[in-house]
């Protein structure tokens, strides 16, 4: 199928992929193609492990030369984004997954680039508390013993190890001890290392909450057998439905974000947080708790970890990455003893020695806790000016979730979202659609943007804010 658009571009959309060919004068077909399959594996419309059509069908589809198709089938593997092999169909490659992509330069096609970035899952960088990381690196360095510049225990320095579990009890309620603590490069990284080792012990797919960050997931169903997706509502994850899921799938692991769902920002009920233990201790099951902005709630304190409830049946994934910065790749693991230490035994080195002392002494010496009061206060105003802003500008249009984290879900009318998020692209407006964060396997559900407000800097926040403001008033 051939079609015109407004922009003159021609655009032919492929029936069984849904690529969409946007061929410009001075841009071949090919590489339009290539784009398309790329941008299709990027968003997770194809997940690793996906057999792609054959060459021959797919010209067929697109109205292609065949060679067209197998330069680009070629091309595309040569990158890493697909595997080949003789007599098998050409796979989608379980490529490394990027917790939230970098932003997209100018290229002509899709609007201006990013003018205003409000991508979920960042803290403004220019909060990066420079001098004080400085001072913990100069005291860190100076007091660390000889012992520290060997190769060290995978699992990290005993000194963050020690750090992390006084704070996450005082902070998070987490109960354990140090030698429970293993701490990763980012909470990805943690995620990618316990996964390994759930699912070689259970032999099944993790369940994952049906709207979550699309990189865990594809990381999840490349490492194992596909995850399967637990539903929502306004409550939160379902817990109750757990001991269905694992009669039908057996899975016997659970990956939650109890404290602010991924991307909802509903916490979840007590009462399904307790389902979700109980269901673990009959099912000889875990559940994996994804904290990963848990100490940014703005109405109350927040919630303590599930880790509390039941330490022994829990897996907690922490992040420096919101109140400090995910460029540092500083995550942790809290777990029962033998999974830290079947973990440790998949590390291949472990964490940088200074980044682990810096980050114990900022824990130790309360710089930590100072970083998130600031950071606190900075993005409460901003979430407080995000509500104000969508406020009655009519039906359909709402903020979901609680006062709490770096991004909020914004609902939007029925099927306006493909139409927004284009707007926000023509306009170099940086943000997600709520669809990008679905299960390939969840029923249908709402439209909505996830709007990271914490992302801009200081400066840029005001111009950010119209523009997203714009955006809504021409679905309001
Ligand atoms: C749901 C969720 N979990 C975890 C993380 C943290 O990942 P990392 O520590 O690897 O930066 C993020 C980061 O944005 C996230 O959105």
Same mark, same amino acid.
């Given at each position: 199928?051939?079609?015109?658009?407004?922009?003159?571009?021609?655009?032919?959309?492929?029936?069984?992929? *849904?690529?969409?060919?946007?061929?410009?004068?001075?841009?071949?077909?090919?590489?339009?193609?290539?784009?398309?399959?790329?941008?299709?594996?990027?968003?997770?419309?194809?997940?690793?492990?996906?057999?792609?059509?054959?060459?021959?069908?797919?010209?067929?589809?697109? $109205?292609?030369?065949? @060679?067209?198709? #197998?330069?680009?089938?070629?091309?595309?593997?040569?990158?890493?984004?697909?595997?080949?092999?003789?007599?098998?169909?050409?796979?989608?490659?379980?490529?490394?997954?990027?917790?939230?992509?970098?932003?997209?330069?100018?290229?002509? %096609?899709?609007?201006?680039?990013?003018?205003?970035?409000?991508?979920?899952?960042?803290?403004?960088?220019?909060?990066?508390?420079?001098?004080?990381?400085?001072?913990?690196?100069?005291?860190?360095?100076?007091?660390?013993?000889?012992?520290?510049?060997?190769?060290?225990?995978?699992?990290?320095?005993?000194?963050?190890?020690?750090?992390?579990?006084?704070?996450?009890?005082?902070?998070?309620?987490?109960?354990?001890?140090?030698?429970?603590?293993?701490?990763?490069?980012?909470?990805?990284?943690?995620?990618?290392?316990?996964?390994?080792?759930?699912?070689?012990?259970?032999?099944?797919?993790?369940?994952?909450?049906?709207?979550?960050?699309?990189? *865990?997931?594809?990381?999840?169903?490349?490492?194992?057998?596909?995850?399967?997706?637990?539903?929502?509502?306004?409550?939160?994850?379902?817990?109750?439905?757990?001991?269905?899921?694992?009669?039908?799938?057996?899975?016997?692991?659970?990956?939650?974000?109890?404290?602010?769902?991924?991307? @909802?920002?509903? &916490?979840?009920? &007590?009462?399904?947080?307790?389902?979700?233990?109980?269901?673990?201790?009959?099912?000889?099951?875990? #559940?994996?708790?994804?904290?990963?902005?848990?100490?940014?709630?703005?109405?109350?304190?927040?919630?303590?970890?599930?880790?509390?409830?039941? &330490?022994? %049946?829990?897996?907690?994934?922490?992040?420096?990455?919101?109140?400090?910065?995910?460029?540092?790749?500083?995550?942790?693991?809290?777990? &029962?003893?033998?999974?830290?230490?079947? #973990?440790?035994?998949?590390?291949?080195?472990?964490?940088?020695?200074?980044?682990?002392?810096?980050?114990?002494?900022?824990?130790?010496?309360?710089?930590?806790?100072?970083?998130? %009061?600031?950071?606190?206060? *900075?993005?409460?105003?901003?979430?407080?000016?995000?509500?104000?802003?969508?406020?009655?500008?009519?039906?359909?249009? %709402?903020?979901?979730?609680?006062?709490? $984290?770096?991004?909020?879900?914004?609902?939007?009318?029925?099927?306006?979202?493909?139409?927004?998020?284009?707007?926000?692209?023509?306009?170099?407006?940086?943000?997600?659609?709520?669809?990008?964060?679905? *299960?390939?396997?969840?029923?249908?559900?709402?439209?909505?943007?996830?709007?990271?407000?914490?992302?801009?800097?200081?400066?840029?926040?005001?111009?950010?804010?119209?523009?997203?403001?714009?955006?809504?008033?021409?679905?309001?």
């Amino acid at each position: 199928m051939t079609s015109q658009t407004s922009s003159g571009s021609r655009r032919r959309v492929g029936a069984d992929l *849904h690529l969409d060919l946007a061929v410009t004068a001075g841009r071949g077909v090919r590489v339009a193609l290539t784009d398309a399959l790329r941008d299709a594996v990027r968003s997770g419309r194809l997940p690793a492990g996906t057999a792609l059509p054959s060459s021959r069908g797919l010209a067929a589809d697109l $109205g292609l030369a065949r @060679t067209t198709v #197998v330069d680009a089938y070629a091309e595309l593997t040569a990158e890493g984004w697909l595997t080949a092999r003789q007599g098998a169909p050409t796979r989608v490659a379980a490529t490394v997954p990027v917790p939230h992509p970098a932003p997209r330069p100018a290229d002509g %096609r899709d609007g201006p680039g990013v003018v205003h970035d409000l991508r979920p899952g960042r803290p403004d960088a220019s909060m990066f508390p420079r001098a004080a990381w400085w001072q913990a690196v100069r005291r860190a360095v100076a007091a660390a013993p000889d012992a520290a510049w060997d190769y060290g225990d995978p699992a990290g320095r005993p000194e963050l190890r020690t750090a992390l579990a006084t704070y996450l009890a005082r902070v998070r309620g987490v109960r354990a001890g140090p030698e429970q603590v293993v701490v990763t490069a980012g909470a990805t990284e943690g995620l990618r290392l316990l996964a390994g080792v759930l699912t070689d012990r259970a032999g099944a797919g993790l369940a994952v909450e049906e709207l979550g960050l699309h990189a *865990h997931r594809r990381m999840l169903d490349a490492i194992g057998p596909p995850t399967v997706p637990l539903a929502l509502d306004d409550a939160g994850a379902r817990t109750a439905e757990l001991p269905d899921l694992t009669a039908a799938t057996g899975t016997r692991a659970v990956l939650l974000t109890p404290a602010h769902q991924f991307p @909802t920002g509903i &916490p979840l009920r &007590p009462a399904r947080r307790t389902a979700a233990v109980a269901w673990a201790r009959e099912a000889d099951g875990i #559940v994996v708790e994804d904290d990963y902005d848990g100490e940014f709630r703005y109405d109350r304190r927040p919630v303590g970890a599930v880790q509390g409830l039941a &330490p022994e %049946r829990a897996a907690y994934l922490g992040t420096a990455s919101k109140a400090l910065a995910p460029g540092l790749r500083l995550g942790w693991l809290v777990l &029962p003893v033998d999974l830290a230490r079947a #973990v440790a035994a998949r590390m291949a080195g472990g964490v940088g020695v200074v980044d682990q002392l810096a980050l114990a002494d900022l824990l130790d010496s309360g710089g930590y806790d100072r970083q998130v %009061r600031t950071a606190r206060r *900075h993005y409460r105003l901003r979430r407080e000016e995000l509500v104000a802003l969508v406020a009655g500008r009519g039906p359909g249009l %709402r903020v979901v979730g609680h006062p709490a $984290g770096l991004h909020a879900l914004i609902e939007l009318p029925d099927g306006t979202e493909a139409g927004v998020l284009d707007a926000a692209r023509q306009r170099g407006v940086a943000l997600e659609g709520l669809g990008a964060f679905r *299960h390939p396997r969840a029923a249908a559900g709402r439209d909505g943007i996830v709007v990271g407000f914490a992302t801009p800097s200081a400066s840029a926040w005001s111009g950010a804010l119209t523009a997203l403001g714009d955006l809504l008033a021409a679905v309001g």
